[in-house]
């Protein structure tokens, strides 16, 4: 009965750290689409995009060093 306690913030704690590295993930991956590829080029204006890109790759590093951080 007590393992059984025990356990649920090691599954909370399991969950947290495989959410945010996904999170990571997106924040990057978006970033990479934003600025390299040629997806968002007929919408959005050069200078939107590559700030944009910037934000988010700097937003995604920042999350992934206190997720690193964190554990």
């Known amino acids: 009965m007590n393992r059984r306690i025990n356990r649920q913030p090691d ?3 399991g969950f ?5 590295i996904m999170m990571v993930i997106i924040y990057v991956s978006v970033a990479y689409l934003l ?3 040629p997806l968002f080029r007929e919408n959005i204006p050069s200078w939107i995009r590559i700030s944009f890109g910037v934000i ?3 937003y995604g ?6 997720l ?4």
């Open 56 to 58: 988010f790759s700097v």
């Open 35 to 37: 600025v390299f590829t």
């Open 11 to 13: 599954l909370k704690k």
């Open 68 to 71: 690193w951080k964190e554990q």
């Open 16 to 20: 947290k750290l495989i959410w945010g």
């Open 61 to 66: 590093v920042l999350r992934g060093y206190r």
